[in-house]
Nanobody
Framework: QVRLVESGGGLVQPGGSLRLSCAAS????????MAWHRQAPGKERELVAS???????TYADSVKGRFTISRDNAKNTVYLQMNSLKSEDTFVYYC?????????WGQGTQVTVSS
């Protein structure tokens, strides 16, 4: 079994920054992809950014140039550095891990961008 625990969400003013963290525990395969997704109430969950165990990254167009995903394989932890935040970045952010045994999700962390 795999457990993912997110942290780092909160309230920030427009133009500010936040750093999300997600620590994975359990049976973690060497080859995997970790990602951040976000979801508004009543809307579909959308992919924000992903990173493979080989450090190949992808980003949604809406966050390119503002968000950076990174990972520490020794700690099984993925990060999302979010800069130049906008009100439209207000969502619940979820961490995921995809590996041979399936996809696993964290519990989510609220990010609110408001003055």
């Amino acid at each position: 079994q795999v457990r993912l625990v997110e942290s780092g969400g909160g309230l920030v003013q427009p133009g500010g920054s936040l750093r999300l963290s997600c620590a994975a525990s359990g049976i973690i395969y060497r080859v995997n992809t970790m990602a951040w997704h976000r979801q508004a109430p009543g809307k579909e969950r959308e992919l924000v950014a992903s990173i493979t165990s080989g450090d190949i990254t992808t980003y949604a167009d809406s966050v390119k140039g503002r968000f950076t995903i990174s990972r520490d394989n020794a700690k099984n932890t993925v990060y999302l550095q979010m800069n130049s935040l906008k009100s439209e970045d207000t969502f619940v952010y979820y961490c995921s891990l995809l590996q041979g045994s399936g996809r696993y999700w964290g519990q989510g962390t609220q990010v609110t961008v408001s003055s």
